[in-house]
């Protein structure tokens, strides 16, 4: 694997799967891969998952890591070619990241949609230009449209976790004070669409998310009616992704949280949520603090779907 952005990165789902299970019982076998390898974690964004789950996945692998937050105590970057820098920017991406590729064998970074220019953030131009001019094998912590480690973590879990062969996942909108990206929802629908289980996406009227993603017969804008015989709940805000309204918070309705009387609909289904989560905004206390919730397993395998992505590139440098 040279890079890692979405889920064709990962090949064939059910060997990637198979690759985690072996590596989460046995974390410490591939010591010896990243001796003397230095992964560098570049962050223009918070974390508290994807930072010690990454972090600890490339010391498994006896890595060598360094973290840098580009907001704190970085020069301020500039990221448009062409731009007159006469700002409080001091230094362009087009410098800094051979720069950071020169003092590394891989590179993770998380670089979160912008949400004011759809095409910048759907052409994914900060993750790109590291691709592009770092040298090094890059992968996803996060960027604009697509969280991959996090859709590799979920699917592991709902593999560990399922009863049936193609379970019902119902991705299910709920509300959040403020206006937040679609990567996490754009890369859960295409993992899920990917392993071909039986997806439901619902969510209110105008939160239709990119169609590369999710198919119109995929939406069922009655929750309720969604949730009917779910095996798994899978909760997530996102902003709207149509032009005309693009980044927009449409609604903040508590009507879409999930309760205990919605959950009581579904399959004894599983709750689900990448977090950090907004409580009783997107969940109920007792929603996410019942036997059903797996919200603690799932970031749990944030390691090992970090652990098998960092392996496949060291097997490749
Ligand atoms: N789920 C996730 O990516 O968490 P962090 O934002 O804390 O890394």
Not at 27 to 38: D, I, V, Y
Not at 63 to 84: F, I, P, S
Not at 147 to 153: C, D, E, I, N, V
Not at 158 to 168: F, L, M, Q, S
């Amino acid at each position: 694997m040279k890079k890692f952005t979405n889920v064709a990165d990962i090949g064939n789902l059910k060997e990637a799967v198979a690759e985690a299970l072996e590596v989460k019982k046995n974390r410490f076998a591939w010591t010896e891969l990243g001796r003397n390898k230095t992964l560098l974690m570049i962050f223009f964004n918070s974390s508290l998952r994807t930072r010690l789950s990454t972090q600890k996945a490339a010391m498994n692998l006896g890595m060598n890591v360094m973290v840098l937050d580009v907001n704190q105590g970085a020069w301020k970057l500039e990221t448009e070619r062409g731009v007159v820098m006469d700002g409080d920017k001091a230094e362009h991406l087009l410098e800094a990241i051979p720069v950071m590729g020169s003092y590394c064998d891989i590179i993770g970074v998380r670089s979160f949609a912008g949400l004011k220019n759809k095409a910048e953030d759907y052409e994914e131009r900060v993750i790109e230009q590291f691709i592009r001019y770092s040298g090094r094998p890059v992968f996803s912590m996060e960027a604009a449209t697509g969280h991959p480690l996090q859709s590799f973590a979920d699917l592991i879990t709902i593999e560990e976790h399922k009863t049936v062969a193609r379970p019902k996942v119902v991705l299910t909108w709920a509300p959040h004070p403020k206006a937040l990206p679609q990567a996490v929802p754009n890369s859960f629908a295409e993992w899920m669409n990917a392993a071909d289980y039986e997806l439901v996406v619902t969510h209110p009227k105008g939160y239709e998310l990119d169609p590369r993603f999710v198919r119109p017969e995929q939406i069922e804008y009655d929750q309720r009616k969604a949730f009917e015989g779910a095996d798994f709940i899978y909760a997530k805000n996102w902003s709207a992704f149509a032009d005309e309204n693009y980044g927009a918070v449409l609604s903040t309705d508590r009507d879409w949280t999930v309760d205990a009387e919605k959950m009581a609909l579904t399959n004894n289904a599983y709750f689900m949520h990448c977090l950090p989560v907004r409580r009783n905004m997107i969940v109920t206390d007792d929603v996410i603090e019942s036997e059903r919730s797996l919200v603690i397993p799932e970031a749990a395998n944030r390691e090992i779907s970090a652990q098998v992505v960092i392996k496949r590139l060291l097997e490749n440098l």
